[in-house]
């Protein structure tokens, strides 16, 4: 266990460096950068910034400040608050950011990182169980109304857009209907429809993959081995298929989380919830440099612990894999 | 139970066998395309999403020539009107030929609808946006271009799937090593952030590298989902190559090309068609989420993606326009539902392990 | 005494390409502590007819068409689902063809065993667990303790089905239906196994029905033999006297068919010419005619019955009852006498 999480360490480290830097690169690249939009001021203004925040430095010399403390000069990134020298990404400081001008990255992801958290483990676990339990039913009573029902809601479901999804909600449970709130964040009422509407799509095809799961897992010799020795459907359903028939639905917890991840993007806007989705969007079409770079690191660094995690999880479940396929 | 037809099946050991040829000699084998079209064909939902994805298609290729209001034409003044039945509203000569910069063929069907129809357009059949803007003609002008856009992105994916992963397929050994090593890295990138940071970088300029920006668009979406195209494709190749119908042709000494093209290609066809088919509701539903974020298609022209935005900033508690939000989700919704139908069905209809099919040689 | 009796049984499946007759007017007796060998190739239906005593037949595509299964004064075949499922496991068990996937590959087989006896007798985790460390050593595994925290994969074939056999003989049933359970292990294996079901027999006096296809394996465990063809019994004898004198062509035809070691200097194998009948399509007359050497024109007209072969056949003696479907089956008896053909070792006569 232990030679195996060393291994996705370094793996990790090595993709990290890798984002950051073609993401780095990339940004530099692109036309534009973070303060020719303040236009209204005059150039003084502008390259003012610029120097402030070392745009006008080389570009290698950037990369260097940014990666790590391997500025040699003494001047240094001063970060947003002007309270210290900024240290590089190696030594956790992820930089002033351009656009919030007295805050630094590590501060405005500090803030909307656990609401993103938050909104998308209920996410998650509302797929989760909705999806497993939907699934269960089909596998049990299947070609019933009820299968072909489930079926064809989780088919629309996957079909949809997460917003169109959200829309449809507020429509009816905003509008009218009032019972939830239509924006904002703070207690769980404001949780509910934004977690249903990015939570659905994943539970549809959770719902399949159990369904599906189930399905095989019950036609297998084991269950017949089950029968066989006077089981009842109980024991044979939960302890023998159900085992079995959600193995799929761990592996696919991994793209699950990305998925939801991605959706939060667009749900987070609609619901005007002060998540890192809206940080991300903005800070590529802002030029923030430094507050993309930080949010990119974030998630590269979330979906490989989450898919690191997903493995062991599988392995442990399943004692045929050994670890070093996972 | 009924004494046996006249052949005596007793006699010879090899009577049975001439018994056999005698009942079944005279059938035809099919095909695997004949077979999954003949089985397509009874599927009863695959029909129905066959019919109205025609219908679609029909109405998109035609919008230009359709008696539709401008979609672009705004009146700002005015509220959002609700929908009116058509014997409400019977339309009006008001056509007011404003459109974003079209294409001549475009163009010319446009004037072709003006003389068919002088001025003469629908009335607000499914009701009018914030701005003023007829919502049917937005639904199917704006249907069109995330059709098209889904189409060209989903053969972009297509065609860097296929190449890259027949390729990987074929080669074997090291390079397709290499080559998958690759495809996992990418695949574990949420590559979607990815497109999302180029596309924010592309931002509002016009051209990128000579390359337009639509262009950028469509090929950032393509980008998405030629992995799994790859993938399955390599996988389809790789297990055909060592497949036993191969190896006899080649004992029959059929040359490389000829079993590429009559053998191989058919079969990766099948697979290649179902991921077409399952990838295109994928590729609209990522165009529509990168325009409502307002990295993909922008105004003045109109894609469903925008029109969901319009209708998401125009939601107010005071006056429930319910028509920008129930006809975009019915349009967005059935065609992608009928496209998933449509998959499935495709991907069951071509499965050659069902039962009762026979695999393909 | 008889422990358990089939009557008559017709199983057939409804395909999408056809019905198939699985079993037709399959019968069976089983007296306790006796062996009983279902001897046939494959399709012959001997697995189905193994699988629909316990009721394991899958109903559709499965009809069970006519017959009982009487079983401790119970019809096993239109008993309340309650009663079938106590009587499984606890009362009539079965060992399948293929450990591996017979056992669940996600959990020890301490478990898998444990949960028998903790659902039919109600035994506590730890209880049960002691059991089945027993049980395991009786069949002969080493270090039983670590074994029940085993997950399948990790033993061998052989320690699968003895594993298997341990589970199925837990709660002591009466009845054990072995469906080819060596079939998937490596010859020198299957001995073994065979001679475990011999000695846990004696030990509990538990009844066997062996469903097999290899005629030198039920040579070694059955005290008699019923062979089948294409859904039906064709023959019924003690064990000493089919392998010495098969009176119908089909068992004549695998006995000649079967390479001996002592005699393979003296005679070539003879193949059976030609294939089984294709299920989907219903025969009139015999099953075996289309490849039958003693065919008579009476056999492809009407179907042979399975009956007793009465007392004044020749000069062997008769033991318990013979039964065998063919016109011809004297002229069969007068062939061949096949002399040696047990295995040393086994008591001719019980």
């Given at each position: 266990m232990q030679g195996f999480l060393l291994r996705r360490a370094a793996w990790f480290v090595l993709t990290l460096w890798a984002v950051v830097t073609s993401a780095f690169f990339l940004m530099r690249a692109a036309p534009g950068g973070p303060f020719s939009a303040e236009r209204g001021g005059d150039p003084l203004v502008q390259a003012a910034l610029q120097a402030r925040y070392h745009l006008d430095w080389p570009i290698w010399r950037q990369y260097l400040a940014y990666v790590g403390p391997f500025d040699w000069s003494a001047q240094g990134w001063i970060v947003g608050d002007g309270s210290r020298i900024f240290g590089g990404v190696l030594a956790g400081d992820l930089g002033p950011s351009f656009k919030y001008r007295d805050f630094s990255v590590n501060d405005v992801l500090a803030q909307s990182l656990p609401v993103s958290l938050e909104l998308g483990l209920f996410a998650l676990f509302f797929a989760v169980v909705v999806g497993v339990s939907a699934g269960l039913l089909c596998a049990l009573f299947p070609r019933g109304k009820l299968d072909l029902g489930v079926r064809m809601l989780a088919t629309a479901a996957v079909a949809l857009p997460n917003f169109v999804l959200a829309a449809l909600l507020i429509l009816v449970f905003v509008f009218l209907i009032p019972l939830f709130p239509v924006a904002g964040w703070g207690d769980f009422a404001h949780l509910v429809l934004p977690a249903i509407a990015l939570g659905t799509p994943v539970a549809a095809y959770i719902a399949r993959l159990v369904r599906a799961g189930l399905f095989d897992a019950l036609s297998q010799d084991f269950v017949r081995t089950a029968i066989a020795k006077g089981m009842p459907t109980r024991v044979v359903v939960l302890r023998h298929a159900l085992r079995q028939g959600l193995l799929p639905v761990v592996s696919y917890l991994g793209p699950a989380a990305a998925g939801i991840l991605t959706g939060s993007l667009v749900i987070e806007k609609i619901f005007f919830i002060p998540g890192t989705g809206q940080h991300f969007v903005n800070s590529a079409l802002n030029r923030d440099y430094t507050l993309a770079m930080g949010v990119t690191i974030l998630y590269t660094a979330l979906v490989f612990a989450l898919n690191t995690l997903v493995d062991v999880i599988y392995t442990l479940l399943d004692p045929r894999i050994p670890l070093e396929e996972a | 139970m009924k004494p046996a037809a006249a052949s005596p099946r007793w006699d010879l050991p090899s009577a049975p066998l001439e018994a056999l040829l005698a009942k079944h000699g005279s059938e035809k084998g099919s095909s695997l395309w004949t077979q999954a079209w003949t089985r397509l064909r009874r599927d009863r939902a695959a029909r129905w999403a066959m019919w109205f994805l025609s219908l679609v298609g029909a109405i998109s290729l035609l919008a230009p020539l359709l008696p539709l209001p401008s979609p672009v034409a705004m009146h700002v003044d005015r509220e959002p009107s609700a929908p009116q039945a058509p014997w409400v509203a019977p339309g009006a000569q008001k056509f007011e030929r404003q459109y974003w910069p079209l294409s001549a063929l475009d163009r010319q069907l446009v004037g072709l609808r003006q003389t068919l129809f002088q001025e003469w357009q629908t009335g607000p059949l499914l009701g009018s946006d914030a701005k003023g803007r007829d919502l049917l003609s937005r639904l199917v002008w704006g249907g069109r271009t995330s059709l098209a856009v889904a189409l060209a992105a989903a053969l972009t994916s297509l065609i860097l799937g296929v190449v890259y992963g027949g390729l990987a397929g074929l080669l074997g050994g090291w390079a397709d090593r290499i080559m998958m090593r690759i495809v996992d890295g990418l695949y574990a990138l949420p590559f979607t952030f990815v497109v999302i940071f180029v596309l924010g970088l592309v931002g509002?300029?016009?051209?990128v590298a000579g390359v337009g920006r639509e262009v950028v668009f469509l090929l950032a979406i393509g980008a998405l989902y030629w992995l799994s195209m790859a993938r399955v494709v390599r996988g389809q190749v790789l297990s055909l190559k060592r497949a036993e119908f191969v190896l006899v042709a080649r004992a029959q000494g059929a040359g490389p090309l000829r079993i590429l093209f009559t053998h191989m290609i058919p079969n990766v066809l099948a697979v290649v068609v179902v991921y077409l088919t399952l990838t295109i509701p994928s590729v609209m539903l990522s165009e529509a989420f990168l325009s409502f974020l307002g990295l993909g298609i922008e105004p003045p022209k109109v894609s469903w993606g925008l029109i969901a935005v319009d209708a998401i900033e125009a939601a107010s508690p005071l006056r429930v326009y319910w028509w920008l939000i129930v006809f975009p989700s019915l349009a967005i919704g059935s065609v992608l539902l009928a496209l998933n139908v449509l998959g499935d069905s495709l991907r069951d209809a071509l499965d050659p392990r069902a039962p009762g099919r026979a695999a393909q040689p | 005494m008889k422990v358990l009796e089939v009557k008559n049984l017709r199983v057939r499946f409804d395909t999408p390409r056809g019905r198939l007759q699985a079993i037709d007017e399959f019968s069976l007796e089983l007296e306790a502590g006796q062996t009983v060998a279902l001897v046939g190739e494959s399709g012959s239906g001997k697995s189905v007819a193994g699988q629909a005593i316990l009721g394991l037949i899958p109903r559709p595509p499965g009809v069970i068409e006519t017959g009982e299964v009487i079983f401790g004064g119970q019809n096993l075949l239109v008993a309340p689902a309650e009663q079938l499922r106590r009587v499984r496991g606890k009362q009539i068990a079965i060992v399948f063809q293929d450990p591996l996937s017979a056992l669940h590959p996600l959990l020890p087989i301490g478990l898998q065993m444990s949960e028998v006896l903790e659902v039919h007798e109600g035994l506590s985790r730890r209880e049960a667990r002691r059991r089945c460390a027993r049980a395991l050593g009786e069949v002969g595994l080493s270090d039983p303790e670590q074994r029940l925290d085993a997950y399948p994969h990790e033993l061998s074939g052989g320690m699968r089905q003895r594993a298997l056999i341990a589970m199925a003989l837990l709660c002591n049933p009466k009845v054990l239906i072995a469906d080819e359970p060596t079939t998937a292990l490596d010859v020198t294996v299957q001995v073994q196994i065979l001679d475990l079901l011999r000695r846990l027999q004696e030990q509990h006096g538990t009844a066997i029905l062996f469903v097999s296809h290899d005629l030198g394996l039920v040579a070694r465990i059955a005290d008699r033999v019923q062979v089948m063809y294409a859904g039906r019994v064709v023959e019924v004898a003690d064990a000493p006297d089919l392998y010495r004198r098969p009176m119908h062509p089909y068992t004549l035809g695998l006995l000649a068919s079967v390479p001996k070691l002592s005699r393979a200097r003296e005679l070539r194998l003879l193949p059976i010419p030609g294939a089984p009948p294709d299920p989907l399509e219903p025969l009139s007359g015999c099953a075996f005619a289309p490849r039958c050497t003693f065919v008579q024109k009476r056999c492809v007209e009407e179907r042979p019955p399975l009956a007793a072969i009465a007392r004044n056949v020749s000069d062997v003696v008769l033991v318990g009852g013979r039964r065998s479907a063919c016109f011809e089956r004297e002229r069969v008896g007068r062939t061949v006498e096949l002399p040696g053909s047990l295995p040393a070792g086994r008591q001719d006569a019980r």
């Open positions: - | 509002s300029s016009k051209s | -």
